[in-house]
């Protein structure tokens, strides 16, 4: 496989950006998972298809629109969509998470609307749906080196606040963490991190690596650090052999790494049912 690898250019930046992705997916998971925010990232993926439909929309008549990146203008409207979650939620802030549900809502609404007048499915909006090997080209790599850099250095800054308001955010307030601009702030790393993921996942399946390997990780780890080490590790797992496999059969990547990321969390889930049973004798 590595002589495969190196004998393709495409295979090199498809295995690049998955495992980029295979760190950042899960580490943000954490975050999302403990806030109880576990329907954020299929939100965002809908917002992102949004714009990238209407990207395709707006190429029919506008030819310099055609050799813009659609990508681009998905993670614009991911951005967008991140804000106005944050808004709502300020909004509603007795029952915060209607935010979710709402992007959700119009995200599938515009989307659906915007793919009918870009005269429906074509090949590659498939590839953005469930992801593809093939499609991952190097200014993929340098998109998800740029997000990769910005989150990493944003979560070594503001761990401390991300750590405190996932656990309470009311304490958070009484402590002076300006808790509004901090969640404004990660719920953008979210978007940039779950847009930027749509060449290996796709829209429908970006939500698995965010947070299956960190419900496996919860299962085994001791502590909250740990939980970040063990979600990173199933999903690079996740990622490497999804790819892999998917390369060999042909088939979406998004749907193989997925499916390795549950079967990691049903090993897990079985392992624990065992030493308990085990423990009882």
């Known amino acids: 496989m590595l002589e495969v690898m190196w004998k393709y250019d495409f295979l090199q930046y498809a295995f690049f950006v998955g495992i980029v992705i295979g760190f950042l997916a899960p580490v943000l998971g954490v975050f999302i998972v403990v806030r109880r925010q ?12 949004t714009g990238i439909a209407f990207h395709l929309y707006l190429a029919q008549s506008a030819t310099f629109l055609q050799t813009v990146h659609p990508l681009y203008m998905g993670m614009g409207f991911a951005v967008a969509g991140s804000i106005i979650m944050e808004r709502l939620r300020n909004v509603y802030s007795a029952y915060k998470e209607l935010a979710v549900p709402i992007i959700l809502s119009i995200g599938i609404g ?10 429906g499915f074509n090949n590659d ?15 993929d790599v340098w998109l998800i080196s740029v997000v990769a850099l910005v989150v990493v250095l944003l979560l070594f800054f503001f761990y401390k606040e991300l750590f405190f308001m996932s656990f309470d955010e ?18 953008v790393m979210a978007a940039l991190v779950i847009a930027s993921s749509m060449r290996i996942l796709g829209i429908l399946l970006v939500s698995s690596l ?3 390997p960190v419900a496996a990780a919860m299962q085994v780890a001791k502590s909250f650090k740990q939980t970040f080490l063990y979600a990173v590790l199933f999903g690079e797992i996740s990622v490497i ?7 060999y ?14 079967i990691l969390l049903l090993l897990v889930l079985s392992g624990k049912k065992y030493d308990k049973i085990r423990r009882l004798r």
């Open 249 to 262: 059969l042909d088939v979406a990547p998004g749907g193989m790494i997925a499916i390795f990321a549950l």
């Open 38 to 49: 576990a329907m954020i990232a299929d939100a965002l993926s809908h917002i992102t298809l």
């Open 210 to 212: 965010s947070i299956l």
């Open 125 to 139: 909006l498939f590839q953005y749906l469930f992801g593809s090997i093939i499609a991952v080209s190097q200014g």
């Open 170 to 187: 009311e304490q958070a307030k009484i402590s002076s963490i300006p808790v509004r601009s901090v969640n404004l702030l990660f719920s």
């Open 241 to 247: 052999a999804g790819l892999i496999t998917a390369f």
């Open 110 to 119: 515009l989307g659906v609307v915007f793919l009918s007048l870009a005269d």
